[in-house]
């Protein structure tokens, strides 16, 4: 019996599995970088202990727009600029990208570097841009 339905019904249970599997993937792909903070809770950082923002987009992406006063850092650029990042590790660091997917990566890579208190936004650039927060040129 439980045969027959599994053989009738294959496509609506693959359909099922790798639905659940869709909804399940952000919690492992969010496990990289760490912490992870909404534009809301970055401004507040920005705000109230002078977070940095550090964009580690390639510079021709970060020509084309960035988060106001945000530092641009490619993420292939960091270890030669270590010393430059000494400078942030008492303040909260904030990494953003165009979407929040290619900073997790950088956000280990700043923890390595020392830095202590880092965090992720969410989103990036674009849920930046969609809250109609400050965007520079």
Same mark, same amino acid.
């Given at each position: ?26 919690? &492992?792909? /969010? ?7 909404? %534009?809301? @809770? ?6 109230? $202990? ?37 400078? &942030?590790? /008492? ?7 165009? %979407?929040? @997917? ?6 280990? $890579? ?28």
């Amino acid at each position: 019996m439980i045969e027959k339905f599994v053989i009738d019904n294959w496509p609506l249970i693959a359909v099922a599995v790798v639905s659940g599997l869709m909804l399940v993937w952000p919690l &492992f792909a /969010g496990a990289r970088g760490g912490a992870r903070v909404s %534009t809301l @809770q970055a401004t507040q950082l920005i705000n109230q $202990k002078d977070a940095v923002i550090i964009d580690i987009r390639e510079q021709v992406e970060y020509s084309r727009g960035h988060i106001s006063n945000a530092k641009s850092f490619p993420a292939k650029l960091l270890d030669e600029r270590r010393t430059e990042i000494e400078k &942030f590790k /008492g303040l909260p660091v904030i990494v953003s990208c165009d %979407t929040g @997917q290619r900073a997790g990566a950088a956000a280990d $890579k700043l923890r390595a570097l020392g830095v202590g208190e880092v965090y992720v936004l969410t989103g990036g650039l674009n849920a930046w841009r969609d809250a109609g927060l400050p965007v520079s040129k």
